[in-house]
């Protein structure tokens, strides 16, 4: 009996050793995460990819809303949706008609305008503002990846990001866009999303680059794909930045 006992104890264990040395391939990601400000706590969702929505005192804004980044069933109604530009994984101009309701306010590009009638055009270094959130727009543009020689994939003009103002807060979508002077350049951001995918936005270095420059206090990569998301975590390991992954591919 002792001995079944002790070979049973012996099973356990080794089954445990090999369980605990197989690698976990489900790892769970935080669907959202809160970020308090003097105009109260913002609940920032991550829908995917480029997809985005934030909400503060049951205000909604909706980010490069795209039905192919994940599910918008349940979603609330936008209060305002901010696109960055015409690229079919940032516009879908029929989920925008889904998210719309009255009083629904849109900031967007000229070329995205030109696709959603109602939507304001901004260019960057232009601001507006609503009774709960002022919009900034911010040049995104490729300096180095390009179609074909002289053809950028995003050229300068054509696409924007968007500082976010809320309270005490100021949060930065860059949309898709390289690492460019305009970002470097950029001060006082609170939290910061930075595409990191080639050939279309940013290498990790490219990322940590831009990071280092303008050292927000929170980072995330999103639009990433197959990046290795954990090559911008060693690159600013010791930079006092906290780079926070999160299901974005």
């Given at each position: 009996m002792k001995r079944n006992y002790r070979s049973i104890i012996r099973t356990i264990l080794f089954i445990t050793l090999i369980a605990m040395a197989i690698p976990s391939f489900s790892q769970k990601y935080p669907d959202s995460d809160i970020?308090?400000?003097?105009?109260?706590?913002?609940?920032?969702s991550f829908i995917g990819h480029g997809s985005l929505m934030f909400v503060v005192n049951n205000y909604?804004?909706?980010?490069d809303p795209v039905s192919s980044s994940g599910s918008y069933e349940k979603k609330p109604l936008?209060?305002?949706i901010l696109v960055t530009h015409e690229h079919y994984d940032h516009l879908d101009p029929d989920l925008i008609?889904?998210?719309?309701?009255?009083?629904?306010?849109?900031?967007?590009?000229?070329?995205?305008?030109s696709q959603v009638k109602w939507a304001k055009a901004m260019k960057a270094g232009e601001k507006n503002t609503t009774d709960k959130v002022t919009a900034e727009a911010v040049p995104a543009y490729n300096i180095v990846n390009m179609r074909a020689q002289g053809q950028p994939f995003h050229p300068k003009g054509s696409g924007i990001g968007f500082i976010l103002t809320i309270g005490d807060k100021r949060i930065y979508i860059a949309g898709d866009t390289e690492n460019t002077p305009e970002m470097k350049a950029l001060r006082?951001?609170?939290?910061?999303?930075?595409?990191?995918n080639l050939p279309y936005t940013m290498t990790p270095e490219m990322v940590a680059d831009a990071a280092?420059?303008?050292?927000?206090?929170?980072?995330?990569?999103?639009?990433?794909?197959?990046?290795?998301?954990?090559k911008l975590v060693t690159l600013l390991k010791d930079s006092g930045i906290e780079v926070r992954i999160r299901y974005l591919k």
């Amino acid at each position: 009996m002792k001995r079944n006992y002790r070979s049973i104890i012996r099973t356990i264990l080794f089954i445990t050793l090999i369980a605990m040395a197989i690698p976990s391939f489900s790892q769970k990601y935080p669907d959202s995460d809160i970020i308090h400000s003097s105009a109260g706590d913002v609940e920032m969702s991550f829908i995917g990819h480029g997809s985005l929505m934030f909400v503060v005192n049951n205000y909604v804004i909706h980010i490069d809303p795209v039905s192919s980044s994940g599910s918008y069933e349940k979603k609330p109604l936008a209060d305002l949706i901010l696109v960055t530009h015409e690229h079919y994984d940032h516009l879908d101009p029929d989920l925008i008609a889904k998210l719309r309701k009255d009083g629904t306010m849109m900031f967007s590009t000229e070329k995205v305008a030109s696709q959603v009638k109602w939507a304001k055009a901004m260019k960057a270094g232009e601001k507006n503002t609503t009774d709960k959130v002022t919009a900034e727009a911010v040049p995104a543009y490729n300096i180095v990846n390009m179609r074909a020689q002289g053809q950028p994939f995003h050229p300068k003009g054509s696409g924007i990001g968007f500082i976010l103002t809320i309270g005490d807060k100021r949060i930065y979508i860059a949309g898709d866009t390289e690492n460019t002077p305009e970002m470097k350049a950029l001060r006082n951001i609170d939290v910061a999303f930075l595409p990191m995918n080639l050939p279309y936005t940013m290498t990790p270095e490219m990322v940590a680059d831009a990071a280092n420059a303008f050292k927000p206090r929170i980072l995330y990569p999103y639009h990433y794909g197959d990046t290795n998301t954990d090559k911008l975590v060693t690159l600013l390991k010791d930079s006092g930045i906290e780079v926070r992954i999160r299901y974005l591919k």
